[in-house]
């Protein structure tokens, strides 16, 4: 059974920073695009930013320049550096697939609250 394990999230002032990370088991992302994704109260869900199995990346607009996607194929492990945090980045966040998510492995996600 596919299963994620989130760590790194919190609460952060404006202007700091988050390492997020996620560890996968009973799926082997190796070869597939994975990406973060994250949904603020009252919103859908966003794709924030994707990398491939070489590691070419993606990112949103909103979140160019600061955040950073990476993985480690042999760990089944993806992180998501992120730095100068905005309130508008509070939100749960997810790893998942891209560009289909697999239902059962949204887990629970990760909460990053960015607040003074």
């Known amino acids: 059974q596919a299963q994620v394990h989130y760590s790194g999230g919190g609460l952060v002032q404006p202007g700091g920073s988050l390492r997020l990370s996620c560890a996968a088991s009973g799926f082997t992302n190796s070869n597939s695009f994975m990406g973060w994704y994250r949904q603020a109260p009252g919103l859908e869900r966003e794709l924030v930013a994707h990398i491939s199995r070489d590691g070419r990346t993606f990112y949103t607009d909103s979140v160019k320049g600061r955040f950073t996607i990476s993985r480690d194929n042999t760990k089944n492990t993806v992180w998501l550096q992120m730095d100068s945090l905005k309130p508008e980045d509070t939100a749960v966040y997810y790893c998942?697939?891209?560009?289909?998510?697999?239902?059962?492995?949204w887990g629970q996600g990760t909460q990053v609250t960015v607040s003074s």
């Open positions: 998942n697939r891209v560009p289909v998510p697999l239902s059962n492995l």
